[in-house]
């Protein structure tokens, strides 16, 4: 917890959820304090500049003893400050979830200190709020406690109930974290990897059959939810993404039938999920609904924000509506959180610029000096945190096949099959892997299309065929960015051939010249 990542993270909820009492640490004051001053320069400052501030306040660096000491008493002030927040503009559930917390840790506190009768006391309310929003957890342990009470009250008719509901809120509880088991098993097998792994893929059936089980026996919200996530999870593996649209829809209706479990973040999330999987179809329809949906529940400048721009530029480079990209990515851009995101995120943001870029520059005719400018601003990260330097070679390619400078293709090439290698050895089933070699393949076979095309033909038949989830090095399609290679190879071909057509013309008319003239 003496991470100042988590100090933050403390800090950013009391800030916006905290009561007048809470909020009070981080106001400006006549006189202020050690812990006051430190508080208020983690709330107000986007970047920890912890060195600077223990400067400020000490004359010392950050790891000074003192600094030290003073975070940790400020990150006990702020866990105290837990217990004072104003969840009023929140969801109903999350009101009622942090009501009942709050609740249930009185009841623990009374009965530890031997105040029984004023803890029971607090118990039914508590009980039927646990009841109402499936508090399986606090549903239990309330139970529990009114079980040995009625126990100790020798109330025998009392007992029964509650232990026959006990056993109920039990059964209930195992199937919770049994359908909860099934999902993180998926989250375990895809979490941080790009592609679907064997693993996962052998997990799909017979988990969905017991996610499927457990939701109709035990058709409740909690269960409900995670089964949608289960099935979601299991069409986009399948690669059905028709699928996985009619299930974020069915799951939207699921959570219209239980108001009062509502929750932005529950709806958002499967707002998000039909919109991956409507880029996936290349389905700019559902897109754009699922677009819509996701902006009524992200606020703009949040993290879920970020992420679903950037499924909604990629949706639209999907589709080639260029101009509806161009003014998504403008809008990420220009919003005034953009500059305090990660790095890597400010790095996917400027590849995308760049391919927007060469897509309006392609329909010109006039372009080949913009193009040559644009090839000497494409960087390479030297530090590839994210994976985009495979983005920004596929693009080098294309502007450079664009160009027609095919000498510089082949210097450049030897960075595909680095990439190759290093990267995808143990990926060669992925449509990444096809496209790469059908790049490579063209170079060996310098650029004859009709004489690779033999051997590529395999690789191109594996990314143009049906759909697959959409990679991160994949900013415009991989059939899109291939007719477009091939095109220009043809192009250039063809203008090669009128120039040495040109040249043997002139050079059979300068020889009939000087026949002439020696005749």
């Not at 029964?160 to 209930?172: F, M, P, Q, Y």
């Not at 017991?210 to 979601?232: D, K, L, M, Q, S």
């Not at 754009?288 to 949706?315: I, T």
């Not at 690779?452 to 065929?465: D, E, G, M």
């Given at each position: 917890?003496?991470?100042?990542l ?8 009391i800030k ?8 009070n640490?981080?106001?400006?004051r006549?006189?202020?304090n ?6 208020r320069?983690?709330?107000d400052s ?9 400067r400020?306040?000490?004359?010392e ?5 003192s600094?030290v000491?003073l975070?940790s008493k400020?990150?006990l ?7 004072d927040?104003?969840?009023?503009k929140g ?6 979830m942090?009501a009942?917390m709050r ?7 009374l ?7 004023a803890a029971?006391s607090l118990v ?8 109402k ?9 309330l139970?529990?406690?009114?079980r040995?009470?009625a126990?100790f009250?020798?109330?025998r008719?009392?007992?029964k ?14 199937a919770e974290n049994?359908?909860a088991?099934i ?6 097998e895809?979490?941080?990897?790009s592609?679907v792994?064997?693993s996962?893929k052998?997990l ?11 939701f109709?026996?035990f058709?409740?919200?909690n269960?409900g939810?995670n ?10 593996v399948?690669s ?26 529950f709806?958002?999330e499967?707002?998000?999920k039909?919109l ?5 179809a ?11 949906e ?10 879920n ?9 990629l949706?639209?480079m999907h ?5 509806s ?16 995101q ?7 943001w400027a ?12 329909k ?5 000096k ?7 601003e494409?960087p390479i990260y030297?530090k ?7 983005s920004l ?6 502007v ?22 290093r ?5 060669k089933?992925g449509p ?10 063209l170079q060996?076979h310098d650029?004859?299309v009709q004489?690779?095309s ?5 690789y ?5 065929t ?8 994949q900013v415009?399609?991989y059939?899109?960015m291939?007719?477009?290679i091939?095109?220009g190879?043809?192009r250039?071909?063809?203008?090669h051939s ?7 013309t002139a050079k059979?008319s300068?020889?009939?010249d000087?026949?002439?003239s020696?005749?």
């Amino acid at each position: 917890m003496d991470n100042p990542l988590h100090l933050s993270d403390i800090i950013r909820v009391i800030k916006r959820f905290g009561n007048k009492r809470a909020r009070n640490l981080f106001r400006m004051r006549t006189k202020q304090n050690s812990v006051t001053r430190l508080a208020r320069k983690f709330a107000d400052s986007e970047q920890r500049e912890e060195e600077t501030w223990a400067r400020d306040i000490f004359g010392e660096g950050s790891s000074s003893r003192s600094y030290v000491r003073l975070r940790s008493k400020l990150k006990l002030k702020t866990l105290s400050l837990l217990f004072d927040l104003d969840l009023q503009k929140g969801s109903e559930l999350r009101r009622m979830m942090y009501a009942n917390m709050r609740r249930v840790f009185m009841v623990r506190v009374l009965i530890m200190l031997g105040a029984r009768r004023a803890a029971m006391s607090l118990v039914p309310a508590a009980l039927a709020r646990a009841r109402k929003y499936e508090l399986t957890s606090d549903t239990i342990e309330l139970l529990r406690l009114a079980r040995t009470h009625a126990a100790f009250e020798g109330n025998r008719l009392a007992f029964k109930k509650i232990d026959h509901e006990l056993s109920a809120a039990l059964r209930l509880r195992v199937a919770e974290n049994q359908i909860a088991s099934i999902l993180e098993r998926f989250y375990v097998e895809s979490v941080g990897r790009s592609t679907v792994r064997p693993s996962l893929k052998r997990l799909t059936g017979a988990s969905l059959d017991e996610a499927t089980a457990v939701f109709e026996e035990f058709p409740t919200f909690n269960i409900g939810i995670n089964y949608f996530r289960i099935a979601t999870t299991v069409a986009e593996v399948e690669s059905n993404f028709a699928l996985s649209i009619t299930l974020c829809k069915r799951a939207s209706m699921f959570l219209k039938l239980h108001p009062h479990m509502q929750n932005k973040a529950f709806a958002g999330e499967f707002a998000l999920k039909r919109l991956t999987a409507a880029l996936s179809a290349n389905d700019l329809v559902q897109g754009k609904s699922a677009v819509l949906e996701c902006k009524q529940y992200f606020e703009p400048g949040g993290n879920n924000w970020f992420v679903m721009m950037e499924y909604e530029f990629l949706l639209y480079m999907h589709t080639q509506q260029f101009a509806s990209a161009s003014v998504c990515l403008e809008a990420v851009i220009a919003h005034g959180r953009f500059e305090s995101q990660a790095e890597q995120v400010r790095q996917k943001w400027a590849i995308f610029q760049q391919y927007i870029v060469f897509m309006l520059l392609a329909k010109q005719s006039t372009k080949r000096k913009t193009l040559a400018k644009l090839i000497r601003e494409v960087p390479i990260y030297s530090k590839d945190k994210a994976g985009y330097n495979i983005s920004l070679i596929i693009l080098q390619y294309l502007v450079l096949v664009e160009l027609g400078k095919f000498d510089e293709v082949i210097v450049r090439s030897e960075a595909l099959n680095q990439y190759l290698m290093r990267h995808l050895r143990t990926r060669k089933s992925g449509p990444l892997y096809a496209f790469l070699k059908s790049l490579v393949l063209l170079q060996r076979h310098d650029f004859n299309v009709q004489r690779a095309s033999v051997y590529t033909k395999r690789y191109v038949q594996r990314f143009c065929t049906g759909y697959h989830s959409v990679e991160e090095s994949q900013v415009l399609p991989y059939p899109q960015m291939w007719d477009h290679i091939i095109t220009g190879i043809e192009r250039a071909t063809v203008a090669h051939s009128k120039v040495r057509r040109k040249k043997g013309t002139a050079k059979r008319s300068k020889v009939g010249d000087c026949g002439e003239s020696v005749h």
